[in-house]
T-cell receptor, first 114, second 116 residues
Framework: GENVEQHPSTLSVQEGDSAVIKCTYSDSASNYFPWYKQELGKRPQLIIDIRSNVGEKKDQRIAVTLNKTAKHFSLHITETQPEDSAVYFCAASLGIQGAQKLVFGQGTRLTINP | DSGVTQTPKHLITATGQRVTLRCSPRSGDLSVYWYQQSLDQGLQFLIQYYNGEERAKGNILERFSAQQFPDLHSELNLSSLELGDSALYFC???????????????FGPGTRLTVL
């Protein structure tokens, strides 16, 4: 089955700097890669996603890149702000005839230092 | 607010008991997914229903079961509860049958289950 590895487990950056979180997946057939942000005790909130027919997607300060050959994808946050502090999860999914399960990485606790 | 609702928010019960968690998907969404989040296991997929039918299964224990009703709300039943079942249980929903194109999943606020 699919396995997703996420690194680093914790990341601390200065406000205004960039943060990068990396994930690798095992199933080459996976075709959907979302990123979720989760604040303490709250629901995972989708921040960006990418499908396997594109290599990069950007939404304001957030970007995701996908390398299908190497089976890895990354989240880039630029100009970080204190409100970016949270746990970030990557996930990989394969949709077959409507059956879809997200396999999540173990999470990265991002801390933005003012 | 994602539009997915879950009740109750918190549930405290004893070992050996049975509980039911309820989820209402976003208006128009046909798929419902259940996830378990514990400190040591992270976010784990349990099961997916589409329009009342089971579509995908993860590492769901035999003591756990789920169903989706004609009005599309879903219930997750947990029985013979153990201490290790204490976790956050999330429901998510997505709009349509992907036919090979996975859909975006929107998560509800979760139910925190504590087994004493």
């Amino acid at each position: 089955g699919e396995n997703v590895e996420q690194h680093p487990s914790t990341l601390s950056v200065q406000e205004g700097d960039s943060a990068v979180i990396k994930c690798t997946y095992s199933d080459s057939a996976s075709n959907y890669f979302p990123w979720y942000k989760q604040e303490l005790g709250k629901r995972p909130q989708l921040i960006i996603d990418i499908r396997s027919n594109v290599g990069e997607k950007k939404d304001q300060r957030i970007a995701v890149t996908l390398n299908k050959t190497a089976k890895h994808f990354s989240l880039h946050i630029t100009e970080t702000q204190p409100e970016d502090s949270a746990v970030y999860f990557c996930a990989a999914s394969l949709g077959i005839q409507g059956a879809q399960k997200l396999v999540f990485g173990q999470g990265t606790r991002l801390t933005i230092n003012p | 607010d994602s539009g997915v609702t879950q009740t109750p928010k918190h549930l405290i019960t004893a070992t050996g008991q049975r509980v039911t968690l309820r989820c209402s998907p976003r208006s128009g969404d046909l798929s419902v997914y259940w996830y378990q989040q514990s400190l040591d296991q992270g976010l784990q997929f349990l099961i997916q229903y589409y329009n009342g039918e089971e579509r995908a299964k993860g590492n769901i224990l035999e003591r756990f079961s789920a169903q989706q009703f004609p009005d599309l709300h879903s219930e997750l039943n947990l029985s013979s509860l153990e201490l290790g079942d204490s976790a956050l249980y999330f429901c998510a929903s997505s709009p349509r049958l992907g036919r090979g194109v996975p859909d975006t999943q929107y998560f509800g606020p979760g139910t925190r289950l504590t087994v004493l």
